[in-house]
């Protein structure tokens, strides 16, 4: 028996979708723009103690924006986190499920209001729950650094994901979102824990990237992604929260590596400082440029296009025009 719902395939769901799925945007970044604290070792897990109605009216303004898929508030959700925080394991757990519980009620009510509408051409959303890296637990910016130190190993990081993981597929999530993934070994961790608890929902294994070619910990992609094509249960791989200029490139090399779906959400191009914990201005797309690049980049291969850190409804809803333009 393995654990969450037999789903339908995310190949079936990208046909309904149009043959290509927008993701939502930066779900911290909304939070943030809502005056929402979260300068803070939970980041926007925060908010899972201290505003649970926020990340809703968050989940529901990137569908209003166009998103087919939204992903949880569990970036930095972690058991060892709220553990540390004085929390009880029970509660750490119910936190988690309330990440993906409201996504679920965000996500039906908008259905709900829309789907008798002969007008809209939606597909109803699929949730994606949000397993962010190690080195986005450490708090220190570690997920765009990808070295864990001599004392990490795949045991140490497959025990890391493990409950968190169990506790997000049980709770009935669509899909699993594993993101900023910076190094091999723990894209091998996340791959082997697929097999290992039999999860029966589709997950997607996103990478940051710091230089445009490689994982942040300087591995190639073709050293990673070697590990991935061998495991089935990962179905689509791909780039979240890196440069936008870097990501056509990106889409190019993982054609050649990888047979599986491709998926990118990169960030606006500002550099997170981990040590300031603020953004650095940099090279950006703003929101046209994301509508002119979302094309190319499905016509490059990507098959879930959305945004990550720093871009907002206004992204998804012009990245949701370029791609849906047809309908
Ligand atoms: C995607 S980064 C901006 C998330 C925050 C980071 N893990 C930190 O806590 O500093
Ligand atoms: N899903 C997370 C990604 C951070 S890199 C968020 O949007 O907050
Ligand atoms: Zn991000």
Not at 25 to 54: M, V, Y
Not at 95 to 105: G, M, T
Not at 221 to 227: H, K, P, S
Not at 240 to 250: D, E, S
């Amino acid at each position: 028996m393995g654990i969450g719902k037999e789903s339908a395939t995310l190949e079936d769901f990208l046909e309904k979708a149009g043959g290509c799925a927008v993701l939502d945007g930066g779900f911290a970044t909304q939070l943030e723009r809502h005056g929402a604290t979260i300068n803070d070792p939970l980041w926007s897990a925060l908010c899972l103690i201290k505003d649970p109605h926020l990340i809703q009216k968050v989940h529901q303004e990137y569908l209003e924006a166009g998103a087919d898929i939204l992903v949880t508030s569990s970036y930095q959700a972690t058991i060892p986190g709220f553990l540390s925080r004085g929390l009880s394991i029970e509660e750490a757990e119910t936190l988690l499920r309330r990440s993906v519980k409201l996504a679920v009620e965000a996500r039906d009510k908008f259905w709900d209001a829309i789907k008798t509408n002969p007008y809209q051409n939606r597909t109803k959303a699929l949730v994606a729950a949000s397993i962010g890296s190690y080195g986005a637990y450490l708090a220190d910016g570690s997920e765009y650094g990808g070295n864990y130190g001599p004392d990490v190993n795949l045991d140490k990081l497959k025990d890391f994901h493990r409950r968190r993981l169990q506790v997000l597929v049980e709770a009935g999530a669509d899909l699993l979102a594993f993101e900023t993934i910076p190094n091999k070994l723990e894209a091998q961790a996340c791959a082997e824990l697929l097999e290992e608890e039999n999860v029966q929902i589709p997950s997607w294994i996103c990478f940051s990237s710091v230089d445009g070619k490689n994982a942040p910990s300087g591995e190639s992609f073709n050293e990673c992604l070697d590990v991935l094509n061998k495991i089935n249960k990962v179905t689509a791989v791909g780039i979240n929260c890196a440069p936008p200029h870097f990501v056509l490139a990106l889409i190019q090399k993982f054609k050649e590596l990888t047979g599986k779906a491709i998926v990118v959400y990169p960030n606006s191009g500002e550099i997170w400082d981990g040590v300031a914990k603020r953004w650095l201005p940099s090279k950006c797309f703003d929101d046209e440029k994301f509508e002119l690049f979302a094309t190319r980049w499905r016509d490059a291969g990507a098959k879930l296009i959305g945004g990550c850190c720093r871009t907002t409804p206004d992204t998804v809803r012009a990245i949701s025009k370029a791609l849906k333009e047809w309908s």
